[in-house]
């Protein structure tokens, strides 16, 4: 089976990583190193190369490394039919550029960029419990990956939705008028959502099976409102919404999680990690059956707060994808990377903000 993914990686000036090459053939990556080395930092690089932003929230600080003017990020990147193209990501006084090289990579939506990610970060109990807010993105983006309409439909609807705010913070009598538009835009946006959510639902079932844990345990989605008939809950909430100046049902208050029965499911730390490990391989699922290259699964260290059997399982599951795997974890515990080392596996060590190869 042949896996695309990442050829070539170089860094520099990206936070404590000066300046790092990377290069190898390998489906999977697995990088070590102390605490503070800089492998959350390497896997960043490539979220970088991907989305062309980071993933860290503004308390991580700025991307470029201390002192440096300019942060530089250019990696090999290898299609599933062999084709080679290079992306670069640049970061300086200017802001953020990312150029492709063929540049129709960039074209066609996301679905049509052949270096996506997926990403299982150090903190997976805050996507669980965090704010809805973080849910939402989630799930849009796994929607997008499939629906080509969703960007406009997204970008239609928050219009609306901004025009109608306004509306409600000083009203000029116009609030009614804006009810037809927003509920159009509302289904529309949500019928997208149910349309991927119906499909992720049940990929993450069949993954879910094999952790008993999660017996009985189900994805849900919440669309922003309860009932069907959203024209007639804007007007039952006109008087709150005006005083509150704001929207107060519809799309934007949609959420999924994992339920149980009639409740919310509530996990450990280490349940966490297998859940949205979980969620982001039944979202690939979706994606490669509809068509997309697949994503680069990083991993920030997932072996951690994990018992061994649990370990394995799961990196048995992640290891049977057709997707190229960066992982990372504080040390080498081969029986912790077993079913990993099982494919053809590179390791790389991160050591003072360098990194080097560490043959196995
Ligand atoms: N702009 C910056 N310039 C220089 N160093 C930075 C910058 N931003 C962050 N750092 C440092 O980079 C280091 C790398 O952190 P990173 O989170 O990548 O480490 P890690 O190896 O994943 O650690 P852990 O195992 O603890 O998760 C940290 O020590 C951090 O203080």
């Known amino acids: 089976?042949?896996?695309?993914?990442?050829?070539?990686?170089?860094?520099?000036?990206?936070?404590?990583?000066?300046?790092?090459?990377?290069?190898?053939?390998?489906?999977?990556?697995?990088?070590?190193?102390?605490?503070?080395?800089?492998?959350?930092?390497?896997?960043?690089?490539?979220?970088?190369?991907?989305?062309?932003?980071?993933?860290?929230?503004?308390?991580?600080?700025?991307v470029c490394a201390r002192g440096a003017e300019r942060m530089l990020i250019r990696g090999d990147v290898e299609t599933r039919e062999g084709e080679l193209g290079r992306i670069r990501v640049e970061r300086d006084r200017e802001g953020m550029r990312r150029e492709t090289d063929p540049i129709s990579w960039l074209d066609g939506g996301s679905a049509g960029f052949p270096f996506r990610v997926k990403l299982v970060s150090e903190n997976p109990q805050m996507l669980l419990e965090g704010s809805p807010e973080l849910r939402r993105r989630f799930l849009d983006l796994g929607v997008f990956h499939v629906e080509p309409r969703f960007g406009a439909s997204h970008r239609r609807y928050r219009r609306i939705l901004a025009q109608r705010n306004a509306e409600l913070r000083t009203p000029t009598g116009q609030v009614e008028a804006w009810d037809s538009p927003f509920v159009e835009a509302s289904h529309e946006l949500h019928a997208f959502r149910e349309a991927f959510v119906r499909a992720w639902k049940a990929a993450f079932r069949e993954l879910a099976r094999h952790f008993e844990f999660l017996d009985g345990c189900d994805l849900r989605y919440a669309p922003g409102w309860s009932g069907e008939d959203l024209g007639a809950l804007l007007v039952r909430h006109r008087a709150q919404e005006i005083r509150r100046g704001f929207s107060v049902v519809g799309p934007s208050r949609a959420d999924v999680y994992l339920a149980r029965g009639s409740e919310r499911a509530v996990f450990s730390r280490g349940q966490a990690k297998v859940v949205v490990t979980l969620l982001q391989l039944a979202a690939e699922r979706v994606h490669i059956d509809a068509g997309c290259e697949a994503a680069v699964l990083l991993l920030d260290d997932l072996a951690s707060e994990l018992d061994e059997e649990t370990a394995s399982l799961l990196w048995a599951l992640v290891s049977s994808t057709r997707s190229q795997i960066l992982a990372t974890g504080v040390a080498v515990r081969p029986r912790a990377y077993t079913p990993l080392l099982g494919r053809e596996t590179a390791m790389f060590h991160v050591e003072h903000g360098d990194i080097r190869s560490v043959l196995t």
């Open 1 to 62: 089976m042949h896996i695309g993914g990442l050829r070539a990686l170089e860094i520099h000036s990206l936070r404590n990583l000066g300046r790092v090459m990377v290069e190898t053939d390998a489906s999977a990556w697995l990088v070590t190193g102390a605490n503070g080395a800089g492998k959350t930092t390497f896997l960043e690089a490539a979220y970088l190369l991907a989305r062309g932003k980071t993933f860290r929230g503004l308390k991580a600080g700025p």
